[in-house]
């Protein structure tokens, strides 16, 4: 059986210990590349650089001790670009954080660039899987400064989410290669350990208000992110799962976005769907 190989990417840029931490993971399950953006894209989706002229492409092998890149775009320009040019060969599994702050609810996860990065590669047929943590206001300010370093309690917790995505890897991984777009998206409490199972979920309905305030100068507006309510849900929502402090596993099959209302019920493992028949 051929060697799988992985790509890693986040959005909150490459220097990021997360990633870091996930990319030594990940290494005991086949090659592994590194393409990922040269500082924080978050919010950003699955935005593509159209606009720009270049993308530029930097080496940094030596940083992770595999092929890596630092590129001036979103993370979903760098799993495109890593895809098409970089890799030298198929990827079989895309990996995408581990996230500074959670990707749960909707609002979140289709305007996050960890999810949007995923995506990419879900779009292009690998299997793809998006890590995120929640956490707390304190650590959440201090990892987004320069140079920032992970506090000790901070670090313990990211090497057992680290683990346990790469645990979640090496399954997803030896299936076949799906038939639609999915995305195994994984969310984790702040203090979670190697251990704590993941719990499949849906995507909570969050309902997000207002993210702009006004300013003292007129016109003008700061951004100022609120998080709103869930709707009410018959199943297990991911924000439900976190806040209860167990981490979440919600499987985003965009691929019935294009699926008819006659269509039979395929699996979130990718299984095809029957052909449509004409009329």
């Known amino acids: 059986m051929r060697t799988p190989t992985l790509l890693a990417t986040n959005d909150d840029g490459i220097d990021s210990p997360l990633l870091a931490a996930l990319v030594r993971a990940l290494r005991p399950l086949g090659r592994v590349l590194v393409a990922a953006p040269d500082g924080e ?13 270049l993308l530029r492409a930097e080496p ?9 890149w630092s590129i001036d775009g979103t ?31 909707l609002p979140l996860i289709l305007a996050s660039g960890t999810v949007g990065g995923a995506l990419e590669g879900a779009l292009a047929g690998t299997h793809a899987v998006a890590s995120s943590i ?7 300010a201090r990892l987004k400064l320069p140079d920032a370093t992970l506090p000790a309690h901070v670090a313990a917790t990211v090497e057992a989410i680290a683990a346990r995505t ?6 997803v991984v030896r299936r076949p290669r799906p038939r639609r777009p999915i995305v195994h998206n994984l969310n984790f409490p702040p203090d979670a350990t190697a251990e704590t199972p993941l719990v499949r979920t ?6 997000v208000g207002p993210l702009w305030a006004p300013t003292d ?4 507006y700061a951004f100022a992110f609120q998080v709103g309510d869930d709707a009410p849900s ?13 981490a979440t596993h919600a499987i985003l099959d965009f691929g019935r976005l294009a699926v008819t209302a006659g269509a039979a019920r395929a699996d979130a493992l990718g299984t095809a769907l029957p052909r449509p028949r004409i009329q």
């Open 41 to 53: 894209r978050s919010w950003i989706g699955k935005a593509i650089s159209r606009q720009k002229p």
């Open 60 to 68: 940094r092998d030596a940083m992770f001790g595999c092929p890596a």
């Open 75 to 105: 993370p979903a320009d760098c799993v495109n670009l890593a895809l098409g040019h970089l890799a030298g060969g198929p990827v079989d599994l895309v990996v995408s954080g581990i996230n500074m702050g959670s990707n749960a609810g």
């Open 134 to 140: 929640r956490l707390g206001k304190a650590d959440f």
């Open 166 to 171: 790469a645990k979640l890897c090496a399954q």
């Open 202 to 207: 849906t995507a909570a309905h969050l309902r």
């Open 217 to 220: 100068e007129p016109g003008t």
């Open 234 to 246: 018959a199943h297990l929502t991911d924000r439900a799962c976190i806040d209860a402090g167990r």
